[in-house]
């Protein structure tokens, strides 16, 4: 399918590896001319390590949410959501761009950790060529991660040729709040990693501790009353 231009995108395009999808046992994909531009809000949800779109030039996601595992076969500019895995199927997969990245200041990428095995149990974003980092990072931990974790695992869920620029919400060697507050999370990236400067890489995954909320509530009826009982005696 030969796409350019602007591709309006409103409801859910889904790329889904079957014999439809091929010639001579090569996969088209779609095959976009030149710069190409998504817009509509929609979701472009790759299945089966399937490629998506594919071209010399680059394709810019303005608003679509990316979600899946499967492949770009070209340069990609970022404002919307890349989510690798799938809301109702497997919860974690690859996205892989074989052209170069950009993440602008719109764009969020959210990953989900599932455990310690990468694609399997934890998203990974792999571009081979430059990615320049923008935009927002999002982590969430999964409910499924029952396995025993330490300081010293890492996490890499980004890998290209060569990282520039810095996420909007956390800088390298800075720590990140998981989406829901249970977790935290070191993000290592860039020149300044002490991992590889090409990855980002997380680590020092542990749960925040927060007060509980029997014990809080209750606290917080204690004082008033006490509070009341002095008033009372004087």
């Given at each position: 399918?030969e796409l350019?231009?602007?591709?309006d995108?409103?409801?859910?395009?889904?790329?889904?590896?079957d014999?439809?999808?091929?010639?001579?046992?090569?996969?088209?994909?779609?095959?976009?001319f030149?710069?190409?531009?998504?817009?509509?809000?929609?979701e472009?949800?790759?299945?089966?390590?399937?490629?998506?779109?594919?071209?010399?030039?680059?394709?810019?996601?303005?608003d679509?949410?990316i979600t899946?595992?499967g492949?770009?076969?070209?340069?990609?500019?970022?404002?919307?959501?890349?989510?690798?895995?799938?809301?109702?199927?497997?919860?974690?997969?690859?996205?892989?761009?074989?052209?170069s990245?950009e993440?602008?200041?719109?764009s969020?990428?959210?990953?989900?950790?599932?455990g310690?095995?990468?694609?399997?149990?934890?998203?990974?974003?792999r571009?081979?060529?430059?990615v320049?980092?923008?935009?927002?990072?999002?982590?969430?931990?999964?409910?499924?991660?029952?396995?025993?974790?330490?300081?010293?695992?890492t996490?890499?869920?980004?890998?290209?040729?060569e990282?520039?620029g810095?996420?909007?919400?956390?800088?390298n060697?800075?720590?990140l709040?998981?989406?829901d507050?249970r977790f935290?999370v070191?993000?290592?990236?860039?020149?300044?990693?002490?991992?590889?400067?090409?990855?980002?890489?997380?680590?020092?995954?542990?749960?925040?501790?927060?007060?509980?909320?029997s014990?809080?509530?209750?606290?917080?009826?204690?004082?008033?009353f006490?509070?009341?009982?002095?008033?009372?005696r004087?």
């Amino acid at each position: 399918t030969e796409l350019q231009g602007i591709i309006d995108n409103r409801g859910t395009l889904t790329f889904i590896p079957d014999t439809l999808n091929t010639v001579s046992g090569i996969d088209t994909a779609y095959q976009v001319f030149g710069n190409a531009t998504l817009i509509g809000g929609g979701e472009v949800a790759l299945q089966g390590s399937e490629t998506g779109f594919t071209s010399s030039g680059t394709l810019t996601n303005i608003d679509n949410t990316i979600t899946g595992s499967g492949r770009f076969a070209l340069s990609l500019v970022n404002q919307g959501i890349i989510r690798p895995g799938s809301t109702t199927g497997v919860p974690t997969g690859l996205i892989s761009v074989n052209g170069s990245m950009e993440i602008a200041e719109q764009s969020v990428l959210e990953f989900d950790l599932g455990g310690l095995v990468p694609v399997s149990e934890y998203d990974v974003i792999r571009v081979l060529g430059d990615v320049e980092l923008g935009g927002d990072l999002d982590v969430n931990v999964l409910l499924s991660f029952t396995a025993p974790f330490s300081p010293t695992d890492t996490f890499t869920i980004l890998e290209s040729y060569e990282i520039s620029g810095q996420f909007e919400n956390v800088a390298n060697g800075e720590t990140l709040l998981t989406s829901d507050g249970r977790f935290q999370v070191q993000v290592n990236y860039g020149a300044g990693s002490t991992f590889n400067s090409r990855h980002v890489v997380l680590s020092n995954l542990m749960a925040v501790h927060m007060p509980e909320p029997s014990l809080f509530g209750l606290s917080c009826a204690i004082i008033p009353f006490a509070s009341l009982r002095r008033k009372r005696r004087t």
